[in-house]
């Protein structure tokens, strides 16, 4: 079982930047051998794909309402994944999550173990 623990959000205007960071760890879980994702969820709607990292040549993917927005990133001596945010636009208000993705290119998470999240609000 994998624990993640969210944090970095905030208030921020339109055009504004943020960084998330997602701390993970767990017993028999191997932060740098494990794809990861971020996902979102907006009041009402369906929690979304974000972005993702490979383990096997890091590549890393995105959805495309953030391409050339979002970066993520991960430094695997802290065992934690970070989203960095830029341009950001009140439609990216939601409540953000990191989790162990299915496999590598996936955009589904492993498995239905979620953290608390943080909020994210973009003011116009």
């Known amino acids: 079982q994998v624990q993640v623990v969210e944090s970095g959000g905030g208030l921020v205007q339109a055009g504004g930047s943020l960084r998330l960071s997602c701390a993970a760890s767990g017993r028999t879980f191997s932060f740098s051998t494990s794809p990861m994702g971020w996902f979102r969820q907006a009041p009402g709607n369906e929690r979304e794909f974000v972005a993702g990292?490979?383990?096997?040549?890091?590549?890393?993917y995105y959805a495309d309402s953030v391409k050339g927005r979002f970066a993520i990133s991960e430094d695997n001596a802290k065992n934690t994944l970070y989203l960095q945010m830029n341009s950001l636009k009140p439609e990216d208000t939601a409540v953000y999550y990191c989790?162990?993705?299915?496999?590598?290119?996936?955009?589904?998470?492993?498995?239905?173990?979620w953290g608390q999240g943080t909020q994210v609000t973009v003011s116009p």
């Open positions: 989790n162990v993705l299915s496999g590598d290119g996936s955009r589904v998470a492993l498995s239905d173990n």
């Open positions: 990292i490979t383990w096997l040549g890091r590549v890393t």
